[in-house]
């Protein structure tokens, strides 16, 4: 990290200490999505910074101190997924992160660090790593320490709560010794002994490692998206969407592949990142990010496919039958980190079923992860939905679970009809028999039964549809991710609304400006 202090997002604020916002945190998913697909033979990756004594200051606090707060949670949210996608990297690439803090990592300097799978910090008297929020700013760690800090590193709960309600935090001897980093060193042999490390990854690496190492394989170039854009539009090969903002809705397309893909990985090595599920969910990817962050009054997203399900067959056959090869692997690895994406955006969706529809396989991921699924029932018309094998454990959600099994949780033998009619094509009334549909209106209720439900959602609070759909969308196991999403980024929403921490008086309001913040005492 060697941030430019001027290069800021938006005015009013400086960059300072290697302090970030969101254009830096868009910087760092890019850095990671390129690795994966670009660098496929790297082994090791060193985190570090280049600015002297100093790894990271976290957030920006002006930055978080001016912005609105639906602005401030979806920077949160997204650099949750950040984190997450490094270690996705590090569990199923077998990339090893190891941060260097060459100087303190403070808030979400250490929440990047904590994300890495090892840590060392030098050890010249004055580094430290620290979580200083609760003390300093009255919020919480926005970007998964406190949760990584106990689950992951298992850092024993009242050394958490010391570490966590102490703003200087601790240094060198100490913090190793409470597990929150993996060794220090004194500054003349700290280079020395991060290369060391670095060498035996690299040189010998895991068993775990070694099954996936990527050695002797070249990477492909990831272009910059191409779209075309309106005032109600936004549109890119495969994708696009239609805001209706006065209805407070969007419809979002997603275009299936065309025929006769390769199905091998050399000829769609050489696609490269033109390879329709690559493409076509790096643009859903985008899109999604749009719409949170550009269009928060879209409460709706009603999610369309176009296409040929024999064409997303014959891909899901090829993805499955090639997937222990390093870019056909990475393909899938992205396609389930934009479905989880989609999965913890705050805007309900409904899937639209209809003719011209393609919903099957990965696309089928789609409806399954939307609130509620319309099916249209016209036996006159060819309107189909499959299940393949990629919906059978290729694509999981943030439990750990599959679509499928965390749809059908409490019914062992509903899971079992729904996976064995893998590669069948179903009619509306067969969806809807295996519960793979919520609703099949037939063709004279069908355009009055979608009109209601999308104006009655629309029509709801927001807020409460948020809490509603944060609420049932993951059950069954809890796991890091769950845990982070969903009760970090929710205890964090409220507490950045409340006056303690964004009020004229509050703390994120009147850090650095030498008055203390003016808390209201009563808990809630």
Known sequence: MDVQEDATLADGYKLKLNSYDLGVDIELADAIQRLRFEHPEARAVIVTSLKPRIFCAGANIYMLGTSSHAFKVNFCKFTNETRCAIEDDSRYSGRRYIAALNGTASGGGYELAIACDEIYLVDDGNSAVSLPEVPLLGVLTGTGGLTRLVDKRKVRRDRADVFSTLAEGLKGKRAR??????????????????????????????????????????????????????????????????????????????????????????????????????????????????????????????????????????????????????????????????????????KSFFAIIEPGSCFAGNLLELALSSDRTYMLNNPEQTIEIATTELNAGALPMSNGLTRLQTRFLGDPDALAAAEKSAGDPLAAEDAEALGLVTFAPDDIDWDEEVRIAVEERASFSPDALTGLEANYRFPGPETLETKIFGRLTAWQNWIFYRPNASGPDGALRRYGTGQRADFDRKRV
């Not at 990477?219 to 407070?248: A, C, M, W």
């Not at 067959?313 to 479905?339: C, F, G, K, S, Y």
Request: charge should be negative; aromatic fraction near 6%; charged fraction near 30%.
């Open 177 to 346: 010794d409470w597990g929150l980093i993996d060794d220090s060193f004194p500054t003349s042999k700290f280079q020395e002994a991060v290369d060391a490390r670095v060498a035996q990854v690299v040189n010998l690496g895991s068993d775990e490692s070694a099954q996936v190492t990527n050695l002797g394989h070249m990477g492909i170039k990831l272009n910059p998206l191409e779209f075309e854009s309106t005032d109600n539009t936004r549109e890119y090969k495969y994708v696009r969407v239609k805001l209706n903002r006065e209805k407070r809705y969007a419809d979002l397309t997603l275009r299936g592949p065309e025929a006769d893909l390769p199905t091998t990985p050399d000829p769609i090595q050489k696609l490269g990142d033109d390879y329709w599920p690559l493409r076509a969910y790096r643009e859903l990817d985008d899109m999604l990010l749009h719409l949170r962050v550009n269009e928060p009054e879209i409460g709706l997203v009603c999610l369309r496919t176009e296409g040929v399900i024999e064409n997303v067959l014959a891909v899901d056959q090829t993805l499955a039958a090639n997937r222990d090869h390093w870019l056909i692997r990475e393909v899938i690895l992205h396609m389930a980190r934009v479905l989880r994406r989609l999965d913890l955006t705050a």
